[in-house]
Nanobody, 115 residues
Framework: QVQLVESGGGLVQPGGSLRLSCVAS????????LGWYRQAPGEERELVAS???????NYADSVKGRFTISRDNVRNTVYLQMNNLKPEDTAVYYC?????????WGQGTQVTVSS
C-alpha cells in the first residue's frame, strides 16, 4: 500500500506561481512513474505531467513551458512547479503513483487562480 500526501495548493493571482509537493510512503518510490493530474468542476480528470523512473517527462500541451515536474528519490517526493498560472489552471490537483497495473492516488490539493 502506498500513501500519497499532496501539499502546496492555494489561491494565487493570474501570472503567479505555486509549487506542489507530493510525499509518498509505503512503496518503492524510485521504480514508480509519478504523475500530477487535475480535475476542474464538471470536468474529467486529466494528466498534467508525469515523470518516469528514468526521469523522462511528459506534459499536457496546455502547460508546456509553464509547469515543470521533478522528483527527489531520497525524499520520496514529486514536485510540480507551476509558473505563469492562468484562471483555467484552477482545479484540484492529484498525485499518482504507478507501477505496471498498480496505481495509487493522493487526496488532492486545491489550486485556485483568480484576481
Amino acid at each position: 500500500q502506498v500513501q500519497l500526501v499532496e501539499s502546496g495548493g492555494g489561491l494565487v493571482q493570474p501570472g503567479g506561481s505555486l509549487r506542489l509537493s507530493c510525499v509518498a510512503s509505503g512503496g518503492i518510490f524510485g521504480i514508480a512513474t509519478l504523475g500530477w493530474y487535475r480535475q476542474a468542476p464538471g470536468e474529467e480528470r486529466e494528466l498534467v505531467a508525469s515523470i518516469n523512473s528514468g526521469r523522462g517527462t511528459n506534459y499536457a500541451d496546455s502547460v508546456k513551458g509553464r509547469f515543470t515536474i521533478s522528483r527527489d528519490n531520497v525524499r520520496n517526493t514529486v514536485y510540480l512547479q507551476m509558473n505563469n498560472l492562468k484562471p483555467e489552471d484552477t482545479a484540484v490537483y492529484y498525485c499518482r503513483w504507478e507501477r505496471g497495473s498498480i496505481n495509487y492516488w493522493g487526496q488532492g490539493t486545491q489550486v485556485t487562480v483568480s484576481s
